[in-house]
């Protein structure tokens, strides 16, 4: 009965949160006592998941309905951006909620898979979030000015992407088979602009195994940028 009580007292403290707009309430309500210490468990690496969602900012984190999948709860569309960064880290499932964003970035953006989006007249020009499996060997960097390309592929279709930014997450990685998901624009001429990347990278567990199969790890963020194909000169 107890837990009981502290659960609706959290509910309250949520529902007062949500209709003053007090981010404090809000992350003091988001404590599940009744089904979280038990589901936990049955969810891989749970408590470091919700450790980095709240220490890249995020006003709250538990599980999503009966799990598998994880939810954080953020304050602007930045904010949850890193915490969704910091979850993918370990491979994790989750839901990135966003609380009034201040940002320019709109939060409710489609997201699509790339064979989803190769050919599709229809999403040229608009504001997409796009997965894909990062193609080996595809990765090419120029100083300056400064910018990434690379290719994404699903089902069998491939989609160039350029990335005008100088710095990359430290995980984004050629040849380690990692998953992709770029925001941005699709170009008329099929190339996708991206003003974001997130790596999702393979978990600990998959690490792990592909170690022990002889596998080498990627190379350091440093190391990684020098060894990579220049970039062509723009024209």
């Given amino acids: 009965m107890s837990e009981a009580i502290t659960q609706w007292g959290n509910l309250g403290v949520m529902i007062a949160g949500l209709s003053q707009g007090d981010y404090g309430l809000i992350s003091r309500s988001i404590k599940d006592v009744i089904a979280e210490p038990y589901r936990s468990a049955l969810i891989p ?3 470091e998941v919700k450790q980095s969602a709240l220490n890249a900012g995020a006003l ?4 999503s309905g009966a799990g598998p999948a994880v939810f954080a709860l953020c304050k602007g569309a930045e904010t949850a951006f890193k915490v969704a960064v910091a979850m993918m880290l370990f491979g994790s499932a989750f839901v990135a909620l966003l609380l009034g964003s201040g940002s320019d970035t709109d ?4 997201s699509r898979l790339v064979h989803e989006v190769v050919g599709a007249p229809e999403a040229v020009g608009q504001e997409l979030r796009v997965e894909g499996d990062l193609v080996e060997g595809s990765l090419l960097f120029r100083e300056e000015p400064c910018e990434w390309r690379f290719r994404i592929t699903k089902e069998g279709e491939e989609m160039p992407v350029a990335f005008p930014q100088c710095v990359v997450p430290d995980t ?9 998901v770029v925001q941005g624009a699709l170009g008329e001429d099929g190339t996708f602009l991206a003003s974001q990347i997130v790596p999702r990278c393979p978990s600990k567990y998959e690490m792990k195994e592909r170690l022990e199969a002889g596998e080498e790890m990627p190379e350091g963020y440093e190391q990684m940028r020098e060894q990579l194909p220049a970039l062509p000169e723009p024209s």
């Fill in 45 to 47: 690496h749970f408590y």
């Fill in 60 to 63: 709250g984190c538990s599980i």
């Fill in 107 to 110: 939060p409710y953006v489609y």
């Fill in 172 to 180: 984004f990685r050629d040849g380690f088979g990692i998953s992709v």
